[in-house]
């Protein structure tokens, strides 16, 4: 198999680019390294096709390394053919590999198995030849042997009847048919277990639909049902045609005496092993390919919360709220750095609450709080009313803003938040994080675990290996295309830096804490165990302010100063320039009318060229930047105001395969289906919205018992 022109096809881009990208992979070169500094090389293939192509061609190499065990195996026992090696080194996937290998595989101990042992294959053949000119009976005859415990004709011909079947259930043909003639034409159906039983799946306890038509987060939902044991699930497959197709294809003389005897295998072969085996991996192809969706979805979203833009210059008061237990409070700077915490108990009572009001005041006043950060658990409402209605009293320019404290409780009794705030309890630590995930939710969310952060569906349900790989992967495209203040960066921020492990990771804090700050990114080779591979991977990713080297504040590699330094003197920008902002307004426009000459001249890619222009138009640029900021409040709606035609401007809380959530400044995030997206078809939510979107909605139904909350973005 060519792979490199396989995966060129699948991707649809050409197979020199493949090729050039599987050789940097190949040499230790990592994803987002390849993506930013080697456009040249791949033809600008951005971060997203990378790792499409990284995936497939793990998947690829692993079909044929494969290949390669299963043709030694068989070739083992004498049995392989010019075809059959023909028909292995073709195979593109998978399953068409492993229905291959069937008939080859050491099996346990089988009805055929057993008949064979019994030397019954000798009467199976005769019958599958179908030229025998005596009565099946007769030949079984000769079959009858006290010793083998075949004491009858009756069971000569049952125990060949049972090879036929599993030699029918091994053909890789005829599973191949099958599979598609019940994908295509099967139906899945659930039922209740128990119909009285009340749960939040009983819109599948008497449901049907085509396995082409169903949808991911359907397959997802009732894959949740069945295993919390409300649901039993079948598979529903065109039965007769199955049987017409096996009987037409394997019956070549209808009128024969054996016929009679091939049917009965063939329907024994189809209900007890062809049948269930289909439906199993039918079940399991559903899945990957729904979990495939979600986890594609988790991840888009995870993307877009963590790329949210950082509310800078606040000192913020973070709130994670609470009943019986109080609501901690934590005010962190305008650095992060934790000023003071405190519980208060503002649902207790009216004296309770009342101490809450006074104590509140007094933190505002003594740390000159500008914000305040509520996370949207327990108590969220209760707390959002009492922000809104002390924030009338105090008359100041105060807001606030709701975050999804997901995940907090999680960080807080974490290793790395021992470390990070050894002096202060888990409550602390909580309040803390969610204030600080307003200032810079990047920063903030890498230190938990993304799984946690609960942007997606069913993902405790998905493949966990696969979902930590997606996910894990978008936190490092995310925080190398925003790049780390290496001075002050986290180890958890650090570690997912291209190059960087862990340890690595530990080892720049370490260096950091002994050594003082950096001042030059060639610093980072004087790390222990920072390599010069490690340093190539992730020097340009790192970023230091105020340093010896002014191009250490931008995103130009440091193998690309000299051609850089060429370039402002050609273009006469200065050092100073850089320091104070860039070059203004359409200036690098007018200076550089043609990018691939300039790019000749001064010995550098012009893809290069064109990203170094734009770090000398804004050095240092940070991408969030471009996208918009999160809505900060001073007033609350309660959903009893809610009237149908009511426009209002919100922001999208979660993306899901049927719809998107949004937060409309009510304690209740309201509902906008993908019928209600677009006056055009979309097959997806997230080609119309993302997580943190910004959008404007009409209500169009409020259900203030079920506290649901009907939005439409067209209507």
């Avoid at 991707?11 to 680019?17: A, G, P, R, S, V």
């Avoid at 295309?481 to 990771?505: E, W």
Wanted: charged share 30%; glycine share 6%.
């Amino acid at each position: 198999m060519n792979i490199g022109k396989v995966i060129a096809g699948e991707l649809n881009i050409k197979e020199w680019q493949v090729e050039k990208a599987i050789e940097l992979i190949d040499e230790g070169n990592t994803i987002p390294f390849i993506s930013r500094y080697r456009k040249e090389v791949t033809g600008s293939l951005n971060d997203e096709q990378l790792r499409s192509l990284d995936e497939r061609l793990t998947y690829l190499r692993n079909l044929e390394e494969k290949k390669v065990s299963i043709l030694a195996t068989i070739e083992e026992q004498g049995k392989l053919t010019d075809e059959l090696k023909k028909q292995i080194e073709d195979a593109m996937t998978m399953v068409v590999l492993e229905d291959l290998y069937r008939p080859y595989r050491p099996k346990r101990r089988t009805r055929a198995t057993v008949a064979k042992e019994k030397g019954l294959e000798g009467l199976a053949n005769i019958i599958a030849l179908q030229m025998t000119k005596k009565t099946i009976e007769e030949e079984a005859k000769a079959y009858i042997s006290e010793e083998k415990e075949v004491n009858t004709v009756e069971d000569a011909i049952a125990g060949a009847k049972d090879i036929l079947a599993e030699n029918y259930a091994d053909e890789a043909e005829y599973r191949k048919v099958i599979r598609d003639l019940t994908r295509e034409k099967g139906r899945i159906i659930t039922s209740a277990k128990d119909k009285e039983a009340k749960s939040v799946y009983e819109m599948y306890y008497e449901f049907e639909d085509d396995i082409k038509k169903l949808t991911g987060y359907r397959v997802l939902a009732i894959n949740r049902g069945e295993a919390e044991k409300f649901l039993t699930v079948k598979i529903e497959a065109p039965v007769d045609e199955i049987i017409k197709y096996l009987n037409k294809t394997i019956i070549y003389r209808p009128e024969h005496e054996s016929t009679k005897y091939i049917e009965e295998a063939i329907a024994d072969s189809y209900d007890r092993l062809i049948a269930p085996s289909i439906e199993r991996e039918i079940r399991n192809e559903l899945t990957e390919t729904a979990e495939e969706g979600a986890i594609n979805v988790f991840g888009k979203n995870l993307h877009q919360l963590l790329m949210q833009p950082p509310v800078a210059g606040h000192t913020v008061l973070g709130w994670d709220p609470g009943y019986n237990h109080g609501s901690k409070l934590a005010v962190v700077d305008a650095t992060g750095k934790v000023l003071d915490t405190v519980i208060i108990y503002p649902t207790m009572g009216k004296k309770r609450e009342l101490e809450a009001r006074e104590i509140l005041k007094k933190l505002i006043a003594k740390y000159k709080v500008t914000l305040i950060s509520l996370g949207n658990g327990t108590a969220s409402r209760e707390s959002e009313a009492l922000i809104v209605d002390l924030l009338k009293e105090i008359g100041k320019d105060i807001k606030y803003v709701i975050v999804n404290e997901a995940g907090a409780s999680i960080y807080s009794a974490s290793k790395a938040a021992t470390e990070e705030l050894p002096d202060f309890d888990e409550w602390q630590r909580s309040a803390a994080s969610i204030a600080r995930r307003i200032q810079d939710p990047l920063a903030e969310l890498v230190k938990i675990d993304p799984k946690s952060i609960g942007v997606g569906q069913y993902q405790h349900d998905m493949n966990q290996k696969n979902l930590d790989n997606a996910l894990t992967a978008v936190v490092e495209d995310c925080v190398n295309n925003v790049g780390v203040d290496l001075n002050t960066a986290s180890p958890q921020l650090l570690s997912y830096i291209s190059g960087i492990s862990k340890p690595i990771a530990k080892n720049i804090v370490s260096y950091r804490e002994n050594n003082g700050r950096f001042t030059n990114r060639k610093d980072l080779l004087k790390v222990p165990k920072l390599g010069h591979k490690a340093y190539e991977q992730c020097a340009g990713f790192m970023r230091i302010l105020d340093g010896d080297e002014v191009l250490d504040s931008t995103s130009v590699h440091p193998e690309s100063y000299e051609a850089t330094k060429l370039l402002m003197k050609k273009l006469n920008v200065s050092e100073d320039d850089l320091k104070s902002g860039g070059i203004k307004g359409n200036a690098i426009k007018s200076m550089v009318k043609d990018t691939k000459k300039t790019a000749e001249e001064i010995g550098l890619g012009e893809p290069t060229l064109i990203d170094i222009l734009k770090e000398l138009e804004k050095p240092g640029r940070d991408p969030r930047e471009e996208l918009e900021k999160p809505i900060l409040r001073s007033d609350v709606l309660e959903m009893k105001d809610l009237t149908q035609g009511m426009q209002l401007k919100g922001t999208v809380r979660n993306v899901i395969d049927f719809g998107a959530f949004v937060d409309i400044g009510v304690h209740q995030d309201g509902l906008v289906h993908i019928s209600k997206m677009s006056k055009k078809y979309i097959k997806h939510p997230l080609e119309v919205v993302s997580v943190g979107d910004i959008i404007d909605v009409t209500v169009i139904g409020v259900d203030l018992e079920k506290k649901r909350i009907q939005l439409s973005m067209v209507d």
